[in-house]
């Protein structure tokens, strides 16, 4: 599951529940598998959601069904499995057109959309050239589409954390943005409990507090994900000790 993330922190996109969409539909078995590091649990999870949109396609199904595909192709594209993520992202970039009928998920299926550059480019790095700059326009479109969005800020803040300082890349400004993705997340008073994304968005920000040199910053992003999840595994046996040797 480690994979899932550190890949996910390479890409321009990384979509998240957002504030624009009101119903939830998190799934706790996706959940479970993040936080525990079991790619099992994971793709058990995604074939209930296929289920249970077959059964009832409502919009929010939908989306998290293709949240958590997002996570899966992380996966595969981090372990260097191009092959069994392409037919994925074909799959992904099929759910992302049905989003798209859904005028409450527009910022999401904005953000997916710069998603799927994202994973093009992770198949075919040659295709940066020609994809890069459509992935930069595609998250102005998506900035315009939910700018109240988590969705859209973690986007900006990937995007600034990997781009060049000429073209506007910067670490501080991703933290912001990492922060602002933070506070909407939390903005609605409470955050759903099977919220991956939500945890997710602390470790990336941790993780860029690092490269930073902050990592008085990054221990407290890391504390703050497991307080939030005492049993995130990642974090408790990884990211914090070793962060915390890096303060003594």
């Known amino acids: 599951m480690q994979n899932v993330a550190v890949f996910i922190m390479m890409l321009l996109a990384m979509p998240a529940a957002s504030g624009a969409a009101t119903e939830d539909c ?12 079991n790619m099992e649990i994971w793709k ?25 595909r997002y996570g899966y192709i992380g996966y595969l594209l ?7 993520a392409r037919p994925q992202i074909e799959t ?5 057109g049905q989003l798209a009928r859904f005028p409450e998920y527009h910022a999401e299926t904005e953000a997916f959309r710069v998603a799927l550059l994202g994973f093009r480019m992770g198949l075919n790095p040659a295709r940066a050239v020609t994809l890069g700059p459509k992935a930069l326009k595609q998250l102005e479109a998506a900035m315009e589409a939910g700018k109240n969005s988590a969705v859209v800020w ?3 803040a990937n995007s600034e954390a990997h781009m060049p300082a000429f073209a506007g890349g910067s670490k501080e400004k991703a933290a912001a943005s990492f922060r602002e993705a933070l506070r909407l997340f939390e903005a ?21 507090l690092e490269k930073m040199g902050d990592n008085s910053g990054a221990r407290d992003a890391y504390r703050m994900a497991l307080r939030r999840a005492p049993d995130f595994q990642w974090v408790r046996d990884e990211l914090l000790p070793e962060v915390e040797k890096k303060l003594k």
Do not use: H
Not at 26 to 37: P, R
């Open 188 to 208: 609605g008073g409470s955050v759903a409990y099977c919220n991956w994304r939500y945890l997710n968005t602390m470790v990336l920000l941790g993780q860029l």
């Open 44 to 68: 058990k999870g995604m074939q209930e959601l296929q289920e249970q949109y077959r059964r009832d396609p409502k919009s929010c199904t939908l989306y998290t069904l293709a949240e958590a």
């Open 26 to 37: 998190s799934s706790c078995t996706i959940y479970k598998g993040y936080v525990s590091g």
């Open 92 to 96: 992904f970039d099929g759910e992302v």
């Open 78 to 84: 981090g372990r260097n499995e191009k092959d069994l």
């Open 154 to 156: 973690i986007e900006k």
